[in-house]
């Protein structure tokens, strides 16, 4: 596996995976079903190699893990939460296109 690939992070690994991560973390709420999930999926791996290791993605799958998206208040999907240091930094709600993506990843950086 890539060093780059985008990480699916479970409620078990959320605090270890993004809380207590060393740098910055993307964090894609998304489930299955959602259509403009899959419509950014392909941005979210392309932005992964990109950014390397200045920026890590990870996927949390809604359905499956109830107990994340309930604490950062996720309503709809896909949302994605950019952490730092543990704290939500940033939070963008719905499909977003590759500019728009890096863009607010790179007001983040």
Known sequence: MSEHAIVNVT???FEAEVLKAEGPVLVDFWAQWCGPCKMIAPVLEDLAGHYGDKLKIVKVDVDANKESPAKY??????TLLLFKGGNVEGTKVGALSRAQLTEFIDSQL
């Open 11 to 13: 409620d078990a690994e």
């Open 73 to 78: 208040n996720v309503r709809g999907i896909p």
